[in-house]
């Protein structure tokens, strides 16, 4: 890569929340941004924002959990931006229940998404940052990697991308492309909405409990965790790679 080419960023899932504010703080620190998301006119806020910022965006439709639509999707980035050799795996869905209650398909669904499709979309960009011999890899994990009571199909999907993004730190490593995980605790998404629709409590009601819990006594912002995400995709952390940084306001056991 010369010293003046552009890195191009994918954000995956980045239509709103933590994708959204990813793709607006990587577009800060200087980067070309992919907005992808399963609903491509979904994207429009974020791209806008980045570019009515002076920055260059695309929004690109995708489901990542479907091969030919994945390897579609990057080949189209590469031509409209360049290479990406930044990628940050975020997009995610819920379908919580108990062990008892939760569908096959509802299990299916999460780990296509999260798992299968961090697979998909890092298979299709690895080469491009092998080329580059520079790449950063950031996927989302989370503190429900723990384990939490009615996500048994999260907590695995979450869990099991530790050891997917441990691994690819191993094997792409001596190509210059590192691999590090951000695992948020409670962040006020849409996501988190839901968990507490799941629940039956109100909104505010749910986020003013969890931060009796969290010693900092505030929840987090999707801004807080991009932060983190910006810091594994900078230069000055080359030399750290298949981490996982709970970005939880406290220590997690």
């Given amino acids: 890569m010369s010293s003046t080419e552009q890195r191009v960023a994918i954000v995956t899932g980045a239509a709103r ?35 009515g910022a002076g920055g260059r965006a695309v929004a690109v439709g995708a489901d990542v959990s479907d ?94 991308l530790q050891g997917f993004t441990k691994t690819l730190a191993i094997e792409l490593g001596k190509f210059g492309v590192t691999a590090n995980a951000v695992a948020p605790g409670f962040i006020v998404t849409d996501m988190t909405a839901a968990t507490a629709a799941r629940v039956g409590m109100d909104f505010e009601d749910f986020q003013t409990a969890a931060a009796t819990q969290i010693p900092v006594q505030r929840v987090g912002r999707p801004a807080d965790v991009a932060g983190a995400i910006a810091f594994f995709t900078g230069d000055d952390a080359g030399f750290v790679s298949g981490q996982v940084l709970y970005v939880a306001g406290g220590p997690l056991d």
């Fill in 17 to 51: 929340g933590i994708g959204a504010a990813t793709a607006v703080r990587l577009a800060e620190q200087g980067r070309a941004v992919a907005v992808l998301d399963l609903d491509e006119s979904a994207c429009k806020d974020t791209v806008e924002t980045i570019t």
């Fill in 67 to 160: 091969e030919a639509q994945v390897q579609a999707a990057v080949e189209r980035v590469a031509a409209e931006l360049g290479r990406p050799t930044v990628l940050v795996n975020n997009a995610g869905v819920l379908r919580d229940n108990l062990l008892f209650k939760m569908s096959a398909g509802d299990w299916d669904t999460v780990m296509g998404v999260h798992l299968r499709g961090a697979f998909l979309m890092t298979r299709a960009v690895q080469s491009h940052m092998v080329d580059a011999h520079f790449g950063r890899v950031v996927n989302l994990s989370s503190s429900s990697a723990l384990g939490n009571r009615g996500q048994a199909n999260y907590a695995a999907a979450k869990a099991g």
